[in-house]
């Protein structure tokens, strides 16, 4: 069956840094590759979506790779703010716009 | 962005009850919406597939009399959790697709807590 894994740990990481979060998946050939950002409580936000064509996205301080080989998408937030913190969420598709997979999401924490 | 609503943003209700929510994108119309369901640290499930028009389209293991699913505008889907148990307490998110020139977006709701006592 189809299986997407996130960091299963929290990321912890200095204001400043760059925060590195791994989406892996199995036993799917995905379309478009998504990320979003959920806060508590709150609904999940649409930060990036990269296609099986395009190796990276890049969107102010955001950046996705997709590598189909590895099947593994990287997302990388550049000089990280403690405003970033939140869970993030890789979601896969096969069509634009159509039904998402979700991983399970990696909380990221980013200390002042 | 596009914006989608949810109402109520949170219901407890009583067992045996049926609690409506309602999904309305405010600002485009969308012909397709979906519903997810979400425990607390768990990924969002998808429920179902919601079509203008037509009738909503189940993920495997979800029960279509248990969870109404209504989109009778193209601004609106309506889920009904009827006769509802503890076991039905959750985070329900509601998503609408829409346009941006060539590419398609889901746009989430902010989510419904409902706590069924």
């Known amino acids: 069956s189809q299986k997407i894994e996130q960091n299963s740990e929290a990321l912890n990481i200095q204001e400043g840094k760059t925060a590195t979060l791994t989406c892996n998946y199995t036993?799917?050939?995905?379309?478009?590759l998504q990320w979003y950002r959920q806060d508590p409580g709150r609904g999940p936000v649409f930060l990036l979506l990269?296609?099986?064509?395009?190796k990276e996205k890049r969107k102010e301080r955001l950046k996705v790779t997709f590598d189909t080989t590895l099947k593994q998408s990287l997302f990388h937030i550049t000089a990280s703010q403690p405003a970033d913190s939140a869970t993030y969420l890789c979601?896969?598709?096969?069509?634009?716009?159509?039904?998402?997979?979700f991983g399970q999401g990696t909380e990221l924490s980013v200390k002042p | 962005g596009a914006v989608v609503s949810q109402h109520p943003s949170r219901v407890i209700c009583k067992s045996g009850t049926s609690v409506k929510i309602e999904c309305r994108s405010l600002?485009?119309?969308?012909?397709?919406m979906f519903w997810y369901r979400q425990f607390p640290k768990k990924s969002l499930m998808l429920m179902a597939t919601?079509?203008?028009?037509?009738?909503?389209?189940?993920e495997q293991g979800v029960e279509k009399d248990k969870f109404l699913i209504n989109h009778a505008s193209l601004t609106l889907s309506t889920l009904t959790v009827t006769s509802a148990h503890p076991e039905d307490s959750s985070f329900y998110i509601c998503?609408?697709?829409?346009?941006?020139?060539?590419?398609?977006?889901?746009?989430f709701g902010p989510g419904t807590r409902l706590l069924v006592l």
């Open positions: 990269i296609r099986e064509n395009e």
């Open positions: 998503s609408a697709r829409d346009f941006e020139g060539t590419q398609e977006t889901q746009y």
């Open positions: 600002d485009f119309q969308a012909t397709t």
């Open positions: 979601a896969l598709a096969n069509n634009q716009g159509g039904k998402l997979i």
């Open positions: 036993n799917y050939s995905p379309a478009y």
């Open positions: 919601s079509n203008e028009g037509s009738k909503a389209t189940y």
